[in-house]
């Protein structure tokens, strides 16, 4: 338990629905980021907030809706994805601020997404 | 943008036995922040070890240990006494000094055989 917790674990969605991932933290960070893993790639950085205002946005698309309404907690909206959408979601978070605290991430189990 | 080179996709080692896992990464910057990360079955990506760029001692942790040859901007991650638990998959991760950008390479799968 590393006091980041995602729900749901597995996610199953037709590409016409409309889902939420969610992601909290029980670790007092106030930086919080949602990242995309898939199969022999990278990680890919999808969008970060600090002190709840987002700060990166990485050319995802607009089918892929952030939220954060406090610093603890943090959603994904889905909406209309296409099947290559399909992979592992990864939330986590850090310190905003202090040189070395705010280099430690501290990773959730992240949620299974299938996109049908 | 950085880029991190995992050339390993997979690795497989000898219970008890010591492996070395390789990252190459590049950069202009100077000063910055290097990291590794396991990734067990359950999902969970763990901090193993971190290392800052200033410092010239490679970082250890118990049994992890890091090779840190910053003008060859190599990372590599050894692993002493290799336990099953250890078998995982290994990300190495970079962090520049500014800004929020984490940049991960594409993992080692390790095996660790009985």
């Known amino acids: 338990e590393t006091g980041v917790t995602q729900t749901p674990r597995h996610l199953v969605m037709g590409m016409t629905n409309k889902k939420s991932l969610k992601c909290e933290q029980h670790?007092?960070?106030?930086?919080m980021y949602w990242y995309k893993q898939s199969a022999k790639k990278p990680l890919e950085l999808m969008f970060v907030y600090n002190f709840k205002e987002q700060t990166e946005n990485n050319s995802v698309p607009s089918r892929f809706s952030p939220e954060c309404p406090n610093s603890s907690h943090l959603f994904l909206h889905l909406h209309t994805l296409q099947p290559e959408d399909s992979a592992l979601y990864l939330c986590a978070s850090s310190q905003a601020s202090g040189s070395l605290a705010k280099n430690i991430q501290y990773f959730g189990a992240g949620t299974r997404l299938s996109v049908l | 943008a950085q880029t991190v080179t995992q050339s390993q996709p997979e690795m497989s080692v000898q219970e008890a036995e010591t492996v070395t896992l390789s990252c190459t990464y590049d950069?202009?910057?100077?000063?910055?922040?290097l990291f590794w990360y396991k990734q067990p079955p359950s999902r969970q990506m763990i901090l193993v070890i971190r290392?800052?760029?200033?410092?010239?001692q490679n970082a250890t942790e118990n049994r992890f240990s890091v090779n840190f040859q910053k003008a060859a901007k190599s990372f590599s991650l050894k692993i002493s006494d290799s336990q099953l638990g250890d078998a995982a998959m290994y990300f190495c991760a970079y962090r520049g000094n500014t800004g929020n950008q984490f940049y991960f390479g594409t993992g080692t799968s390790l095996t660790v055989i009985p």
């Open positions: 670790l007092g960070h106030n930086a």
């Open positions: 950069t202009s910057e100077s000063d910055y922040y």
């Open positions: 290392q800052e760029a200033y410092k010239q």
